[in-house]
Nanobody, 124 residues
């Protein structure tokens, strides 16, 4: 079982950038699929990005603006967020799963390990 902790959230102006980190411990990080989700008040949890065996997947709302990456040596995943918009405001969560099929990679139910989340606020 892997434990996850996000960091790097904060307040940024529209058009700005942030980089979120997800530090993992307690598991074989390199074998996990890692994903990022977000949830805004009153909305459902939304898939943002995932990385599996070097392949990356993105939600339509962030494609071209956000980039997911990982450093297995540091057991950390990163989410680089550029050209931020007020509608990107949400709590961002890191999630991981040791066994996941690609067709299910965008579903939050596919992930068994979650971090506590980090708040990202984009002002207009």
């Amino acid at each position: 079982q892997v434990q996850l902790v996000e960091s790097g959230g904060g307040l940024v102006q529209a058009g700005g950038s942030l980089r979120l980190s997800c530090a993992a411990s307690g598991g074989t990080f390199r074998s996990y699929t890692v994903a990022w989700f977000r949830q805004a008040p009153g909305k459902e949890r939304e898939f943002i990005a995932a990385i599996k065996m070097g392949n990356t997947y993105y939600g339509d709302s962030v494609k071209g603006r956000f980039t997911i990456s990982r450093d297995n040596g540091k057991a950390t995943s990163y989410l680089q967020m550029n050209s931020l918009k007020p509608e990107d405001t949400a709590v961002y969560y890191c999630a991981a799963s040791a066994t996941i099929i690609t067709s299910q990679i965008r579903r939050s139910e596919s992930y068994y390990n979650w971090g506590p989340g980090t708040q990202v606020t984009v002002s207009s």
